[in-house]
C-alpha cells in the first residue's frame, strides 16, 4: 500500500496542476474572446502590439508584448515541456520500449493521419503552410476535461493520457525546429549548439550550479532567436541539458539530517528570542545537503510547474485566443472547417487505427485497467490541440492575420467539439 502511495501521489499532484490550468486556460480564451468582440477590441489589441526591449548602437532587441509572449515565455513552457520529457525517457512512462509502445502509437496515429487529413483536404496554397496545427494534443485542457468525471476515470487512463500527450509535445517540437523556423543564420546556430553541449557535458560529469546555466540558457536563447531558429527549441533543447542524478543518495542525505538536528538541539538553549551561532551554521548545512539531494531536473520541474500553469499559459492564451467573430468579418471558412476535421475525426480515427495496429501486430498491448469504450474516448479528447494547435498557427500564417483569426476559430471549435465529445463517451462508459 506504501508503495502504491508513492507511486501514485506525485502524478495525482501533477494532474491537479494541469486541471486548475485547464480551468483558467478556459477562463482566459472566453474573455479574450469576449474583449475582441466587444467595445474594447481597439484597447485589448493594442496592449500586445506595444514594443519594448533593449536598444543599443550594436544591438537591438526590440518586440511587441505579443512576440515576447510568444517567444520569451513559452521556451519557459517548452523549457519544461522538455523536463518532463527527459524524465518520462529515463525513469517514467516512456523509459523502456514496452511501457511506452501504447502511447507511442497512439501519439502517432495522433499525428500523422490529421496532419494527413489537413492536407487532403485543403486546396489552398495559401494556408498549405499550416499542415502541423492538428498534430498536438493540449494536456491540460485534455486532462482537466478528463478529471470532471472525477472518480469513474481510472489512474491508468489519466496516465495514458498524459503520455501520449507528451509524446506528441516531442512531435510538435520537432516540427516547429524542422518545418516552421526561416532564414538560418547558421554560425550563431552552431555556437549556440556548442554551448548546449558544453552544458551536456558539464551535467555528464556532474557539474551543475544553477546560475550558470541560467546565464547560458539566456544566451542560447538569444542566439537561437538572432539566428531565426525559433527559440522555443532552445528551451527543449537546454531541459536535455539539466541533470538528473542528484549528488547524494537519501540515505547519506538521512544520516546527516538526523545529526544536524540533534546538534541543533543541543546548541540553543531554547529560550533566547533568536538563534545561536552554531544553529544558524547548522541551517546552512542543513541548506547545504537538502540542495545536493535534489534532482537538479525534479526540482526545477516542481518550481516551475505551478508559474507555467497558472502564469505563462494562461497568459498565452489570453493573448492569442482573442479573434473577431462578428458577422462580416473577412475569415477562411475553408480553413476553419479544415481545422475542425483534422482535430475531430483525424485524432480520434488516427488515435483509435494506430493502437489497433500496435496490437495486431503484437507490438504492444492496452495499459490495464483501460476498456475500448475508454480509449474511444481518450481518442475523442486528443482533438484538443488549444495550446501548441494556436502556437503553430502563429508560425504558419505569421504575415496574414485574417489566416490565423481563421485557424484560431478553428482550433477552438474542433478542440470544443472533440471535448464535449470525448467528455461525453467517458461519462456514459464508466462506472462510478
Not at 512512462?93 to 511506452?100: F, G
Not at 544520516?255 to 538536528?261: D, E, F, G, R
Request: charged share 15%; hydrophobic share 55%; aromatic share 12%.
Amino acid at each position: 500500500m506504501k508503495i502504491e502511495k508513492i507511486l501514485i501521489t506525485p502524478f495525482q499532484k501533477f494532474v491537479r496542476v494541469e486541471n486548475l490550468s485547464g480551468i483558467l486556460l478556459f477562463g482566459a480564451t472566453i474573455i479574450a474572446l469576449i474583449l475582441a468582440n466587444s467595445s474594447f477590441a481597439p484597447a485589448y489589441e493594442s496592449i500586445w502590439q506595444c514594443e519594448f526591449g533593449i536598444q543599443t548602437p550594436n544591438f537591438e532587441l526590440v518586440k511587441p508584448l505579443l512576440l515576447w509572449i510568444n517567444d520569451g515565455l513559452m521556451a519557459v513552457f517548452f523549457f519544461l515541456i522538455g523536463l518532463e520529457i527527459k524524465r518520462e525517457v529515463l525513469i517514467g512512462e516512456l523509459n523502456n520500449l514496452k511501457k511506452a509502445s501504447f502511447p507511442i502509437f497512439a501519439a502517432l496515429g495522433g499525428m500523422i493521419i490529421p496532419v494527413s487529413l489537413y492536407i487532403i483536404l485543403n486546396k489552398d496554397q495559401g494556408t498549405s503552410h499550416g499542415w502541423g496545427i492538428p498534430a498536438a494534443t493540449d494536456i491540460a485542457f485534455s486532462l482537466a476535461i478528463l478529471q470532471l468525471l472525477g472518480k469513474r476515470v481510472p489512474i491508468s487512463l489519466k496516465v495514458f493520457l498524459a503520455a501520449f500527450a507528451i509524446v506528441d509535445d516531442i512531435g510538435a517540437v520537432l516540427l516547429i525546429a524542422f518545418f516552421y523556423s526561416t532564414g538560418i543564420k547558421w554560425l550563431l546556430l552552431i555556437i549556440a549548439l556548442a554551448i548546449i553541449i558544453i552544458l551536456i557535458f558539464f551535467s555528464m560529469r556532474g557539474i551543475y550550479s544553477k546560475y550558470i546555466y541560467f546565464l547560458a540558457g539566456v544566451i542560447v536563447w538569444l542566439l537561437f532567436l538572432k539566428a531565426g531558429f525559433h527559440p522555443t527549441v532552445a528551451g527543449v533543447l537546454l531541459a536535455f541539458t539539466i541533470p538528473l542524478r542528484k549528488k547524494v543518495d537519501v540515505n547519506t542525505y538521512a544520516v546527516n539530517l538526523y545529526n544536524i538536528v540533534d546538534d541543533f538541539k543541543e546548541a540553543g538553549d531554547g529560550k533566547s528570542p533568536v538563534l545561536s551561532k552554531e544553529q544558524v551554521d547548522y541551517i546552512d548545512d542543513l541548506e547545504d545537503w537538502t540542495s545536493r539531494v535534489q534532482s537538479p531536473l525534479q526540482h526545477l520541474e516542481h518550481n516551475l510547474h505551478n508559474w507555467v500553469a497558472y502564469f505563462i499559459i494562461p497568459i498565452f492564451a489570453f493573448a492569442n485566443a482573442g479573434v473577431i467573430l462578428k458577422t462580416g468579418t473577412e475569415l477562411n471558412y475553408s480553413l476553419i472547417m479544415i481545422i475542425i476535421i483534422s482535430l475531430f475525426a483525424g485524432k480520434s480515427i488516427g488515435i483509435l487505427l494506430f493502437t489497433w495496429l500496435g496490437r495486431k501486430l503484437k507490438l504492444t498491448v492496452m495499459p490495464e485497467g483501460i476498456r475500448s469504450s475508454q480509449l474511444l474516448g481518450i481518442a475523442f479528447l486528443g482533438g484538443v490541440g488549444f495550446t501548441m494547435s494556436i502556437f503553430i498557427s502563429n508560425l504558419a500564417f505569421v504575415d496574414n492575420q485574417a489566416v490565423i483569426n481563421s485557424a484560431k476559430i478553428g482550433i477552438i471549435a474542433g478542440s470544443l467539439i472533440s471535448g464535449l465529445t470525448g467528455y461525453i463517451i467517458l461519462r456514459f462508459s464508466t462506472k462510478k
